[in-house]
């Protein structure tokens, strides 16, 4: 991608630098309108290449995403560019860790037990619920859907528990700590 970006710039600063230099020699240059602003080719090959480097850079800057990954490929790119070993309904029942889906969550509401915060995590790129809580918590952990789907404790990293996603883009989910709940998201 580096390589593109580098020979695209150079590109641009050939022309620009061809397009001053035949604008500055060319004799046969129409004489401009008195009616018209004008505009010098120095400017014009200014604003091209701001132009040009600006596409460039967002291009550069942007993840790039796969033709294959949408919905039906059980894989999605987070916002910043992490591959998601699932997608939608086919992450329902896994390890947001493992899935790649923790990459760009965040906390959605939370609830304290008296001792830990149970979390409702939500993940854009996956479009799943799971809930989380630190790691020394005893007791049960649940995500639940108002449909009454829910998912339990799947995994651990010394630092938090979590439990196995819901895709629920539409239908609200909560945390369950022993008798903690978070507020429905």
């Given at each position: 991608?580096?390589?593109?970006?580098?020979?695209?710039?150079d590109?641009?600063?050939?022309?620009?630098?061809?397009n001053v230099i035949?604008a500055?020699?060319s004799i046969?240059?129409p004489v401009?309108r008195?009616d018209q602003?004008?505009?010098?080719?120095m400017?014009?090959?200014?604003?091209?290449?701001v132009?040009a480097?600006l596409?460039a850079?967002t291009?550069?800057l942007?993840p790039?995403?796969?033709a294959?990954?949408g919905p039906?490929?059980g894989?999605?790119?987070?916002?910043?560019?992490?591959?998601a070993?699932?997608y939608?309904?086919y992450?329902?029942?896994k390890?947001?860790?493992a899935?790649?889906?923790?990459?760009?969550?965040?906390?959605?509401t939370?609830?304290w037990?008296?001792?830990?915060?149970?979390?409702?995590?939500?993940?854009?790129?996956c479009k799943?619920n799971?809930a989380r809580?630190g790691?020394g918590?005893g007791g049960?952990?649940?995500?639940?859907?108002t449909?009454?789907y829910?998912?339990?404790?799947?995994?651990s990293?010394?630092?938090?528990?979590w439990?196995a996603?819901?895709?629920?883009?539409?239908?609200l989910?909560r945390?369950?700590?022993?008798?903690t709940?978070t507020?429905?998201?």
């Amino acid at each position: 991608m580096r390589r593109e970006f580098a020979r695209a710039i150079d590109l641009l600063r050939r022309l620009s630098i061809r397009n001053v230099i035949m604008a500055r020699t060319s004799i046969d240059r129409p004489v401009p309108r008195l009616d018209q602003p004008r505009s010098s080719p120095m400017k014009r090959s200014f604003v091209v290449l701001v132009t040009a480097a600006l596409f460039a850079v967002t291009a550069f800057l942007l993840p790039s995403t796969s033709a294959s990954a949408g919905p039906g490929s059980g894989s999605a790119v987070s916002g910043i560019g992490i591959q998601a070993g699932c997608y939608g309904d086919y992450c329902s029942g896994k390890d947001p860790e493992a899935m790649g889906c923790s990459a760009d969550a965040y906390t959605v509401t939370s609830a304290w037990t008296g001792s830990y915060t149970v979390e409702l995590r939500w993940s854009p790129s996956c479009k799943t619920n799971w809930a989380r809580i630190g790691a020394g918590y005893g007791g049960s952990l649940w995500v639940v859907q108002t449909t009454g789907y829910k998912q339990s404790s799947s995994g651990s990293n010394g630092s938090f528990r979590w439990t196995a996603m819901i895709y629920s883009p539409s239908l609200l989910c909560r945390g369950e700590a022993g008798s903690t709940y978070t507020s429905w998201a």
